[in-house]
């Protein structure tokens, strides 16, 4: 009699080099947090220490009381609140015309030779011009009040926005606009359903880089020309040796761009969940 004996294949498991599956992936928040706490920390010591005069840097207690200041409206003629008002209205409207007109400037240079033709030589003419270098031609053709600075914020937007758009397009995969085109899809249904969706990523890059680049300029023209602004705020403190304002108007500067990045970067994983994984 013959026995039979069968083998089951032996599944070797991989072992695993990481806790995550991709380089770099896991939260940050728990080391961004003690990172914040090792720094405000050091603030803390090297003020209350003698080891910095308070016109360099001040004590966290002395930015506090310019806040409460500030709110009151005791610093100069506007409270906080009006200065803060007035550059968030002043980027978010070039930023919202800046989206409204590069998007679709930047998917026109990608799938259009003749649009790229026209389009391309005056973006990248004045894109690595500074635009505070620009800005006194804003004032002479438009004045010095909001349409100057806004015009100007869209110029410094604009730029990033579209370029990212068209680089968006470079990189949608030729065989998905060609089974497209094979199913009967119309050009307009292939820029709007295929184009479109995939050079989002790279649209939302363009939108966070064009964010940042328009509220440092936002700031820097409200230097120069604006009744009330941040970048107001700090100029005035600044004329007044008011290290303390100077620090709470770079605070609240740094905390309104942080957290647009990272509204940014929410919007992103919802709209993109795939970047990164494909």
């Not at 966070?208 to 009744?227: F, K, N, Q, S």
């Not at 040796?241 to 303390?244: E, P, W």
């Given at each position: ?21 991709t ?8 080391i961004?947090?003690a ?6 920390a050091?603030w ?5 220490s ?6 360099f840097?001040?004590k ?10 500030s ?14 008002l ?12 800046a989206?409204?007109l ?15 033709g026209?389009?391309?030589p005056p ?14 031609l ?69 939108l ?20 009330a ?11 007044f040796?008011?290290?303390?304002v100077?620090?709470?108007?770079t ?28």
């Open positions: 009699m013959t026995q039979v004996v069968t083998t089951e294949p032996t599944v070797t498991a991989k072992r695993a080099t990481s806790r995550h599956r380089l770099g992936e896991g939260s940050t928040v728990a961004s947090v990172s914040a706490a090792v720094l405000f050091a803390w010591i090297a003020t209350h003698g080891w910095i005069k308070p016109l840097l001040p966290p207690e002395a930015i506090w009381s310019a806040f409460v200041q709110m009151a409206g005791d610093l100069d003629e506007h409270t906080l609140a009006t200065h803060f007035a550059s968030i209205a002043r980027v978010f409207a070039a930023f919202a015309l989206v409204a590069g998007v679709p400037a930047g998917l026109a240079m990608g799938v259009s030779r003749i649009a790229r026209v389009l391309d973006i990248e003419f004045y894109r690595p011009l500074p635009p505070l270098a620009y800005l006194p804003m004032v002479i053709w438009f004045g010095i009040g909001e349409t100057s600075k806004i015009i100007l914020l869209f110029l410094a937007i604009f730029a990033p926005v579209a370029l990212a758009a068209r680089a968006g397009v470079k990189s949608v995969a030729q065989e998905q606009i060609q089974a497209a085109r094979s199913m009967g899809a119309s050009p307009r249904q292939v820029i709007l359903h295929v184009i479109a969706p995939a050079a989002l990523p790279d649209i939302l890059v363009g966070r880089i064009g964010m940042g680049v328009g509220w440092t300029t936002l700031v820097a023209a409200e230097m120069i020309a604006a009744d602004g941040l970048g107001k705020m700090v100029f005035n403190a600044a004329n040796l008011r290290t303390d100077v620090i709470l108007g605070i609240i500067i740094g905390i309104v761009a942080f957290a647009f990045e990272m509204a940014m970067r929410w919007i992103e994983r919802r709209a993109a969940p795939w970047k990164g994984k494909v």
